[in-house]
């Protein structure tokens, strides 16, 4: 696909890195089939490569109204198109800088929506004060230490999962001990930067980022051996740390060994010898979140520990189409989350399970909404 930058665009880094990306689509549509909000809306615009067509033409120096913003910001950032593109385009990358460029436009009521819902949810000050009202569930065991330490991890806190599920971070602790590692977690101030960057506040998500990759690096050259997310969307966007930065930029090296070292929990287990663990046998579906199939690259990852703890996975319609949740999402597009919160839930509940399991606090919370079977992450069917 051939653009023709605008003037404004031709010496700007990200005008570029935009420009590079749209012309390795070849417009064959294969995306369409699965975005999840062009099979509901039905409108190419709503697919990746109508959105793609729409930042071109914001390149190229056309007007951009507030329906071609709506369109952006319907997309779900859930990249099951980068898993069906034959071409590798990186569109993930892309949509972030296009509703970075087309930011500036939106009107004043929009900026102060999303500035106060991203600071709201970022802010453990403020987010600790409501937050405790959603509580979906409450530590139920003793906390664990090894009996011998044979090796030391960085235990990525979260902004929310503190306050609305502390008991996944409390099992992962438990798992950790009882296989001989220390779990050292984060504070919970130390956000990934996710939120700030998905609604175009690069400035905000940089100053966080950085602070990270200082100090988890000099974590990692002290002997850690490894930086453990509970939550995929975490996880997803600290292995994409390395892409913020250009080769030349100091902190280019020190993002690429802290994206390089960061692994999903399932991904750190996988690994491990898991016959020492004892989980509790119950009938359980699971939702692969988009942003470990999708944007970690890592299908199949937490079915495959679970059938190596003794559990028998159903397969799920659908399994890659997003639940809805997509971060900040469900608050700003909850007619469309909900559609397809119910579309998952139907897809979950076919075999009756007695428990619903996934890997992502905001998948967790999103479904939970929508259905009376419990819903958890996978990680506490070990909590015993």
Avoid at 85 to 98: A, N, Q, T, W
Avoid at 304 to 323: E, F, N, P, R
Avoid at 345 to 362: C, K
Wanted: charged content about 20%; hydrophobic content about 35%; proline content about 5%.
């Amino acid at each position: 696909m051939q653009t023709k930058l605008s003037a404004q665009f031709i010496d700007n880094p990200k005008g570029q890195k935009a420009e590079d990306i749209i012309q390795s689509c070849v417009h064959c549509g294969f995306c369409l089939a699965t975005c999840p909000t062009y099979q509901v809306l039905g409108n190419e615009l709503d697919s990746p490569r109508g959105r793609i067509y729409l930042i071109k033409s914001v390149l190229e120096g056309n007007d951009f109204n507030q329906d071609s913003i709506q369109h952006l910001d319907q997309c779900l950032t859930c990249r099951a198109c980068e898993t069906t593109c034959p071409s590798g385009v990186k569109y993930g990358e892309l949509v972030d800088i296009g509703r970075e460029l087309i930011e500036p436009k939106r009107v004043w009521w929009q900026k102060l929506y999303r500035n106060t819902v991203r600071l709201a949810l970022t802010s453990p000050r403020l987010f600790n004060i409501v937050g405790r009202l959603f509580r979906h569930s409450s530590i139920q065991t003793a906390s664990l230490i090894p009996n011998e330490v044979k090796s030391r991890v960085l235990l990525l806190t979260g902004c929310v999962q503190p306050t609305l599920a502390p008991n996944i971070n409390h099992v992962t602790k438990n798992v950790l001990a009882k296989l001989g590692i220390e779990a050292i977690e984060t504070k919970q101030d130390e956000c990934c930067g996710a939120i700030d960057h998905h609604l175009s506040a690069p400035e905000s998500a940089l100053i966080k980022i950085k602070d990270n990759i200082d100090h988890w690096y000099d974590l990692l050259e002290s002997g850690i051996e490894a930086i453990i997310s509970t939550a995929s969307g975490c996880g997803v966007m600290v292995k994409d740390y390395a892409t913020l930065f250009k080769p030349e930029d100091p902190y280019y090296q020190k993002a690429l060994k802290v994206s390089n070292k960061t692994q999903d929990l399932a991904e750190y287990l996988s690994e491990k010898d898991l016959s020492s663990l004892k989980p509790k046998q119950t009938d359980i579906s699971y939702h692969a979140p988009c942003t470990l199939q999708h944007g970690q690259k890592l299908p199949g990852l937490v079915e495959s520990v679970l059938a190596k703890l003794g559990y028998q996975i159903s397969s799920i319609t659908d399994s890659h189409l997003c639940c809805g949740s997509a971060g900040t999402y469900s608050i700003f597009q909850p007619t469309i989350s909900k559609q397809l919160r119910n579309n998952k839930i139907q897809h979950l509940s076919e075999s009756n399970p007695d428990v619903i399991v996934t890997a992502n606090i905001g998948c967790l919370m999103h479904l939970s909404k929508g259905t009376a079977i419990p819903v958890k992450h996978w990680i506490e069917l070990l909590d015993s």
